[in-house]
């Protein structure tokens, strides 16, 4: 584990594999951290070197001290990681809100991308009146007490079979998290909205969904898909909204193939 100041904030990160090698940057949803992509890193450190990082107040990473995120402010630090790990261009996946920091990439950054790759996202994720519900709730109630109805939405029923212990463990690291922070980014869901942001960029685009994900379905990747002017996203079978944990060895070939 690495910490970069940024901002006046500390960010944790982590930078693994050969320097020599293409950069990829990892972003993972809201609630969880930069361990939903572990499974991952034996198939992708042979080939490529490997960023993740925590959001605002979740993992190893500082508190925002503002009263407002943004998702080019999201951005920023993934340009600031990637210049700390000495790359003028790097290929990028994010999930749930880190495909939305992919988006504002896309629209504003598309020049630093050798490749896109969202997940499990959408131009407009939810409605601002039920963000802003759930934001509200966190401040009122906390994360620990949170965590036992949302941590639920992430996951399949075939992921939670298998995993006896997946919602337990997870309940436990959202639980770790800074309210506030969490509830900021909520408001900054809300917020976002990238409908008619996305039509002009040149990044190769690979977009992935599950079929049995509550929280952005596929028709919201099929929206995007339109938005963006690209193909049809794939959507993977008995796959919730975190196809990194779920299904770690399919996402890794369907990464691999895109970014080769």
Same mark, same amino acid.
């Given at each position: 584990?690495?910490?970069?100041?940024?901002?006046?904030?500390?960010?944790?990160?982590?930078?693994?594999?050969?320097?020599?090698?293409?950069?990829?940057?990892?972003?993972?949803?809201?609630?969880?951290?930069?361990?939903?992509?572990?499974?991952?890193?034996?198939?992708?450190?042979?080939?490529? &070197?490997? !960023?993740?990082?925590? #959001?605002?107040?979740? +993992?190893?990473?500082?508190?925002? @001290?503002?009263?407002?995120? $943004?998702? /080019?402010?999201?951005?920023?630090?993934?340009?600031?990681?990637?210049?700390?790990?000495?790359?003028?261009?790097?290929?990028?996946?994010?999930?749930?809100?880190?495909?939305?920091?992919?988006?504002?990439?896309?629209?504003?950054?598309?020049? &630093?991308? !050798?490749?896109?790759? #969202?997940?499990?996202? +959408?131009?407009?994720?939810?409605? @601002?009146?039920?963000?802003? $519900?759930? /934001?509200?709730?966190?401040?009122?109630?906390?994360?620990?007490?949170?965590?036992?109805?949302?941590?639920?939405?992430?996951?399949?029923?075939?992921?939670?079979?298998?995993?006896?212990?997946?919602?337990?463990?997870?309940?436990?690291?959202?639980?770790?998290?800074?309210?506030?922070?969490?509830?900021?980014?909520?408001?900054?869901?809300? @917020?976002?909205?990238?409908?008619?942001?996305?039509?002009?960029?040149?990044?190769?685009?690979?977009?992935?969904?599950?079929?049995?994900?509550?929280?952005?379905?596929?028709?919201?990747?099929?929206?995007?898909?339109?938005?963006?002017?690209?193909?049809?996203?794939?959507?993977?079978?008995?796959?919730?909204?975190?196809?990194?944990?779920?299904?770690?060895?399919?996402?890794?070939?369907?990464?691999?193939?895109?970014?080769?």
């Amino acid at each position: 584990m690495s910490f970069l100041e940024i901002n006046g904030r500390v960010v944790g990160y982590r930078l693994l594999g050969d320097a020599s090698l293409p950069l990829v940057v990892l972003a993972h949803p809201l609630g969880m951290s930069q361990a939903v992509w572990d499974e991952l890193l034996p198939a992708l450190l042979p080939r490529y &070197r490997v !960023l993740t990082w925590d #959001l605002p107040g979740h +993992g190893s990473s500082a508190a925002w @001290r503002g009263e407002q995120i $943004t998702p /080019a402010s999201l951005a920023a630090e993934v340009l600031a990681l990637a210049e700390a790990a000495g790359a003028e261009h790097f290929h990028f996946a994010g999930t749930s809100i880190g495909g939305v920091i992919g988006q504002q990439l896309l629209s504003r950054h598309g020049d &630093r991308l !050798l490749s896109a790759t #969202l997940t499990n996202t +959408g131009a407009v994720i939810g409605t @601002r009146d039920a963000w802003q $519900t759930r /934001a509200a709730a966190v401040r009122e109630k906390g994360l620990v007490s949170m965590a036992v109805d949302i941590v639920p939405r992430w996951f399949g029923p075939a992921a939670c079979q298998a995993q006896p212990a997946l919602l337990q463990g997870w309940n436990t690291i959202m639980g770790c998290g800074d309210a506030n922070s969490y509830a900021l980014l909520c408001e900054m869901l809300g @917020r976002a909205d990238f409908r008619e942001q996305l039509g002009n960029h040149k990044v190769p685009l690979l977009l992935v969904g599950g079929s049995d994900d509550v929280a952005t379905p596929p028709e919201s990747l099929r929206a995007l898909a339109q938005c963006c002017g690209t193909g049809d996203p794939v959507i993977l079978d008995k796959v919730g909204h975190v196809p990194s944990v779920e299904c770690p060895e399919r996402f890794s070939r369907l990464l691999l193939a895109h970014l080769g």
